[in-house]
């Protein structure tokens, strides 16, 4: 245990310096581009019934792939000309601006603060059809912020304005941040790495979702081997109604 938590701790540092790799930008036709199209394709017939137009992504402890995850997703989707926006809504460990070179001198914190308009605060990336909401400044208060009526006001506003709304929310076991959230998006991915989450802590992260009510589409588990599974795609985890397996060096 004590090498994954020296590995995850250089991770972490990584991606909080250089952001997360976007596989599904740089390499768009390999195989783990494919497979998180199959995590997009899952993710949406998971609610069938319902159309998703926000979806929330979160780990149970730091450093185990969220950001990775809902950065690529959000490309993924993109790339089916859906018109995306990213919010980085992990005031105390951001990586969204790192990851599109954007600025990160006005952001969600600027706005949910009163100080700027929203079209202030809303980029274009690289990537076609996406566009970010950056962390902006940290702030003194993150759960007072995202948990205040003007952040329901801006994700009902983004809805409007946006196909569908990707939120990258701190860890569920760490802060309350993740838990405030869950409660005004339309569903909410657990990421899981392999051999890296505690089982007790992924349970306990689930617990602490279905405490508020939280719409638990699934989990995606990421860090799998050939030695650890017996193949790329499908699964139940904790309910979830789907699995994606992928590689990546990279887990924010």
């Known amino acids: 245990m004590a090498w994954f938590k ?12 250089y952001g997360v790799g976007l596989v599904t930008y740089t390499e768009p036709t390999g195989m783990i581009s494919e497979q998180f199209k199959t995590i997009r394709t899952n993710i949406e ?14 780990s149970s402890e730091p450093s185990e792939g969220k950001s990775t995850v809902s950065n690529n997703m959000a490309v993924t989707w993109a790339d089916q000309g859906t ?26 914190t600027t706005y949910l603060s009163g100080n700027i308009d929203l079209e202030s605060v809303i980029q274009q990336t690289m990537v076609q059809n996406l566009s970010v909401i950056t962390s ?4 003194p208060n993150p759960s007072e912020l995202l948990g205040s009526e003007r952040m329901s006001t801006l994700l009902a506003e983004l809805i409007e304005k946006f196909d569908l709304v990707i939120v ?14 869950a409660t005004r ?15 007790n802590g992924v349970r306990r992260a689930k617990q602490l979702l279905e405490t508020v009510h939280a719409n638990i589409l699934g989990a995606v588990m990421n860090r799998v081997t050939a030695s650890k599974s017996t193949g790329y795609y499908g699964g139940n985890y904790y309910g979830g109604n789907y699995g994606g397996y992928y590689g990546t060096d990279d887990k924010k």
């Open 6 to 17: 020296r590995n995850k701790n250089k991770l972490d540092d990584t991606s909080l310096k």
């Open 45 to 58: 017939f998971s609610s069938v019934d319902k159309k998703l137009n926000s979806i929330l992504f979160t």
């Open 83 to 108: 018109r995306v926006i990213l919010v980085d809504a992990d005031l105390r460990r951001p990586t969204v601006h790192r990851t599109f070179d954007s600025s990160n001198r006005n952001g969600l």
């Open 136 to 139: 902006g400044p940290v702030p």
């Open 168 to 181: 990258d929310a701190p860890p569920v076991n760490t802060v309350t941040d993740a838990q405030l959230l």
């Open 185 to 199: 998006v339309d569903g909410t991915v657990l990421v899981v790495p392999q051999g890296i989450a505690d089982k």
